[in-house]
């Protein structure tokens, strides 16, 4: 045999080549879309805490939110549109995507079109164990629902905190993030009901509403009871409706219905 023939490749092993010259490419494009997708995510949330505290700031310096969009316009390059208040803004996020930002009882709520962007804002069950077995040791909590005595009120679903209502300063989020810096759960549609014997109820659905959603719509939500130590006693699915509270002095508010 040729010496130079003995140097050359054989069909199977030039085929074995290119195969896997091709499987480090799809890793390497798998491992460089990653990379962007959470880069474009990253920035998503950044931008979303921008606007949010821009607002807020806002507000407090002019008054309302008449001519923010202009402000938006300095922040982002990207920008088009009008106010933000009750109206979506489109081009900020940096996948395309359209921000909807609502106020409502001077909550500010900002989401994203792109699902992908907001899953990083969702808590695994053990995180939002963890959280909220610590709720009764916040100073909003003690001052509902605490007697002078050490007894607890007598509230029930009547003296509930929900997402849709105002959730007058200071609240049990503002305490929770003092000790869980970051917690966001704008993502989620919430409710916190205390009882007399100290025992609380957590729901949080996914199934995000707001107080336009028609009474009865049926939502899936997960109920987390906690004693009145914090320790959770259960934690379970359960299949509700959206219900509306009247609170005194206010406009009825769309809540979820508590599950017995």
Known sequence: MREDARKAFTLVEMLIVIIVIGILAALMMISSGSATDKAEETRCIADRRSIRSAINIYRVEHGSYDGFGDK???????????????????GICPSGGTYTITSADDKITIICSIPR????????DEEIKNMFSRLHETAAYKDRYVNSNGSFKNTGTNGSVDSNGRNIAPTFLDDLRALFPGLDLSAYSWRIITWDNGRYNVYLTKDKFDNNT?????ISAVKYTFDSNGNLVESREVSTTVVEKTVSGEDPIKVIQHVQ
């Open 72 to 90: 938006l316009k300095e922040m982002f390059d990207n920008y088009h549109g009008s106010d933000p208040v009750d109206s979506k803004i489109e």
């Open 214 to 218: 028609a009474v009865g719509t049926p």
């Open 117 to 124: 962007h907001e899953k990083l804002r969702y808590y695994t």
